[in-house]
């Protein structure tokens, strides 16, 4: 158990809807990561939070958003969904960032139909 | 970002010590190298850090050459549920750790 918990764990939607996707870190981490795995790829880093503020930013579409709450929750927001955001997005936190390792949750698998 | 490359697949019996190599030509001075392990649908694991010389855990020992330009995990006596992808990555610890996730190794241990 990482210690990080993200839920849901499966999520079923359509094309053109919106969905939140939600992260609580690891206690006293303050750094949170999101990812994006589709099959057969590997991780793609979306965006980086710490303490609040946005750190870091990746591959991450237009059409998603992320913020980070003063209690350190995370929530990825997707909106406009296309069949190819059809993916495992996993969340990961760390203590500060830098060098520290991160500690990924199990992900939410979201299908879009 | 430093990119680094890795072997695509390897196999390998049960009981034997796996070597995975990884090198990071382009790595910077205050980059740490960084090993993860993933199975089937579920998040990396961190399996062990070094900067440099060797670094060993529980798991598994990782050894640094002098020039820092490829890195070594070495897993002793692997069993099957060792079958897993290895991710090598290395980031600057400027404040933020962007990871670049490659293929990483898709290893099979065999009975």
């Known amino acids: 158990d990482s210690g990080v918990t993200q839920t849901p764990k499966h999520l079923i939607t359509a094309t053109g809807q919106r969905v939140t996707l939600r992260c609580s870190p690891r206690?006293?981490?303050?750094?949170v990561y999101w990812y994006q795995q589709s099959l057969d790829q590997g991780l793609q880093f979306l965006i980086q939070?710490?303490?609040?503020?946005?750190?870091a930013k990746g591959n991450i579409l237009e059409r998603f958003s992320a913020q980070q709450f003063p209690d350190l929750h995370s929530e990825l927001n997707l909106s406009s969904l296309e069949l190819g955001d059809s993916a495992l997005y996993f969340c990961a936190s760390s203590k500060t960032g830098g060098n520290q390792p991160q500690h990924f949750g199990d992900g939410t698998r979201l299908s879009i139909l | 970002l430093a990119k680094t490359t890795q072997p695509i697949s390897m196999d390998s019996y049960e009981g034997q010590e796996v070597n995975i190599t990884c090198s990071h030509n382009?790595?910077?001075?205050?980059?740490?190298i960084t090993w993860y392990q993933q199975f089937p649908s579920q998040g990396p694991r961190f399996i062990i850090q070094?900067?440099?010389t060797k670094v060993t855990n529980e798991v598994a020992s990782l050894f640094i050459p002098a020039d820092r330009k490829s890195s070594t995990l070495s897993l002793p006596r692997v069993s099957l549920s060792d079958t897993a992808v290895y991710y090598c990555?290395?980031?600057?610890?400027?404040?933020?750790?962007?990871?670049?996730f490659g293929k990483g190794t898709k290893l099979s241990v065999i009975p």
């Open positions: 382009n790595i910077a001075t205050n980059d740490y």
């Open positions: 939070y710490y303490n609040g503020e946005e750190r």
């Open positions: 070094g900067y440099k």
């Open positions: 206690s006293g981490d303050l750094s």
């Open positions: 990555l290395v980031g600057d610890g400027a404040g933020s750790y962007q990871l670049t």
